[in-house]
């Protein structure tokens, strides 16, 4: 918000000029209106006389043009043509004169028209206008100033300025949430932009830089592409509504509601675009009811984003607080409950920016709350699969794990089986708890044992399996001399036999082939009397 100074010179700036209006008459004429025969209504709100052509006068002036230049001003309405008769103290009428299009050449910052009241030595005493062709949807002549160049200087330096910080405003969140879209890819970001772009093109078309961009345009056209962009703006905000919060708030029939009315929010501001010249009236009030289904919609979306317990309501309750409010009073003016207001109808742009900051702060609290979602999945993805890759009870490799990584290792490896001695027995005198536990320390003297790069599994039952490089092997009977060393549950005395050799792991004929060598070994300790290793060296022993 400016200053008071500041917002005293922006905008509407200058002497206020009291105005009446009455509606032309078939065979009335100017000279009618100057001489006081026309009836003209001072009291009633103007647009209830509808849209048509109106006489407008000014009270009773005394404008000082011998010496400066003072020009007319009056907000931008539709309207087919202006007539104005500038009347002096001496009789003396200049006329000035414009169509739609001669008055996009006189906008200024701020959709204000102006005209250089011509120089006069005699002081300027009345105003009058002949309006053709006026919607009076906001009504026939709004906020009418007289002020000085200075003045009007002033005043188009600071719309510029709130203009400008607008555009940086929504350039550079555009910018920034655009490359955010290109990394991420959320629905919400894409949006966000669009919402934004919308907004800038709204903002072109309402301020009047369009005109100054565009000179040659007819300003109802001007007019036309505001309410598109207008319109367009107000569906894109939606549509970002629609994709930034959880799947579950638009369940059932609130997301068919929320669609439905972005759909109409677009078709009422390409049909006002379109047909506005036959349905001025009809359009711009069906624009007012869309405007208000989107209203009506939204506190629908925070009470079942509420229900839903969706994270992100207090973010999107904080961004559209202040455009909501002033849609409702923009609508109210609109539909003639309050009366036309300047700053009022410039709001939707301070509002939207307003939303649009909050909306931005809004997505990096999502993409936030994403980020960590994500994580937490990585997460347990690697708990799953390490989950899915070992033993429950041991945490050793399962036999499935085992396989994949063992099998295609490079260079020549040594493949260990070691089998626990009468486990049936083990089981049934200390119970399967107790055999249970022998099983995890036997894991974790084999988990001590191995070197750096080697793989150790339990393949199932009682039956262990270690494969290491053959340039570090595991001397088998250091294995045993550990287990026997170690404490079992209840001081249970428990041996191991070993079966081990040496050969190639690169493919899985490799592993079935010395698979069958270190078994034949292990059924040779076995044989031999148990709590014993064998090792056969080469693969001529399966033969």
């Not at 230049?69 to 414009?98: E, P």
């Not at 169509?99 to 009345?126: C, H, K, M, N």
């Not at 009047?208 to 367009?232: F, H, Q, T």
């Not at 001081?491 to 034949?520: H, M, N």
Request: aromatic share 8%; hydrophobic share 50%; net charge positive.
């Amino acid at each position: 918000m400016l200053p008071g100074a500041a917002r005293a010179q922006a905008g509407l700036t200058g002497q206020p000029v009291s105005v009446c209006v009455a509606p032309v008459q078939p065979g009335e004429r100017f000279a009618d209106l100057i001489a006081g025969r026309i009836d003209l209504d001072c009291e009633q709100r103007q647009t209830r006389y509808g849209s048509g052509d109106f006489w407008a006068a000014s009270g009773a002036l005394s404008l000082d043009l011998s010496h400066r230049q003072m020009l007319l001003r009056t907000a931008s309405l539709w309207q087919q043509r202006v007539t104005i008769g500038i009347v002096h103290a001496d009789g003396r009428i200049d006329w000035l004169r414009a169509d739609a299009r001669d008055l996009t050449r006189r906008i200024q910052l701020g959709a204000i028209v102006e005209f250089a009241l011509p120089s006069a030595s005699a002081p300027v005493t009345r105003i009058v206008w002949r309006i053709d062709g006026a919607a009076n949807r906001r009504g026939i002549l709004n906020g009418v100033h007289v002020a000085s160049e200075r003045e009007s200087d002033r005043s188009n330096l600071y719309m510029g300025m709130i203009y400008a910080a607008f555009a940086g405003l929504s350039i550079a969140l555009l910018i920034f949430n655009f490359a955010l879209w290109r990394a991420l890819k959320h629905p919400f970001q894409l949006a966000y932009c669009l919402m934004l772009g919308l907004l800038l093109a709204y903002a072109l078309s309402s301020s009047g830089l369009l005109a100054w961009a565009v000179p040659s345009i007819d300003n109802n056209n001007r007019l036309r592409i505001n309410y598109m962009m207008l319109a367009a703006s107000a569906g894109a905000a939606l549509l970002f509504a629609r994709t930034y919060f959880e799947a579950r708030v638009f369940e059932g029939g609130l997301g068919r509601i929320v669609d439905a009315v972005i759909t109409a929010m677009f078709a009422v501001g390409i049909g006002v675009a379109l047909f506005a010249g036959r349905w001025m009236i009809e359009l711009d009030l069906l624009f007012s009811i869309t405007c208000g289904s989107l209203i009506a919609v939204i506190p629908a979306i925070v009470w079942r984003a509420f229900a839903r317990r969706s994270r992100f309501i207090w973010m999107f309750a904080l961004a559209w607080t202040t455009p909501v409010v002033v849609a409702a009073l923009r609508i109210a003016q609109a539909i003639n409950l309050v009366p036309w207001s300047f700053w009022l109808d410039n709001s939707t742009l301070i509002a939207m920016a307003v939303e649009a900051l909050l909306s931005s702060l809004a997505i990096a609290y999502r993409i936030r709350l994403l980020s960590a979602e994500r994580d937490r999945a990585v997460e347990q993805a690697a708990v799953d699969r390490l989950l899915a890759a070992t033993d429950p009870l041991t945490s050793l490799l399962n036999r499935r794990a085992f396989l994949g990584q063992a099998i295609g290792r490079p260079g020549r490896q040594q493949l260990i089986l070691l089998d626990i001695d009468h486990f049936k027995l083990v089981n049934e005198t200390l119970g399967h708890d107790g055999g249970d536990e022998v099983l995890r320390v036997v894991a974790r003297v084999l988990r001590q044992t191995a070197p750096a790069g080697a793989l150790v599994a339990r393949l199932g039952g009682e039956e262990f399996a270690l494969v290491a490089d053959a340039a570090a092997p595991v001397d088998p009977g250091v294995l045993l001399g550990r287990l026997r060393a170690t404490r079992m549950p209840f001081d249970y005395a428990v041996t191991a036999s070993i079966g081990a050799c040496f050969g190639p792991l690169g493919s899985e004929p490799d592993w079935k082939r010395l698979y069958q060598i270190a078994d034949r070994a292990l059924f040779d300790a076995k044989a031999s009397g148990r709590d014993r290793a064998r090792i056969i060296e080469g693969l001529a022993a399966v033969a």
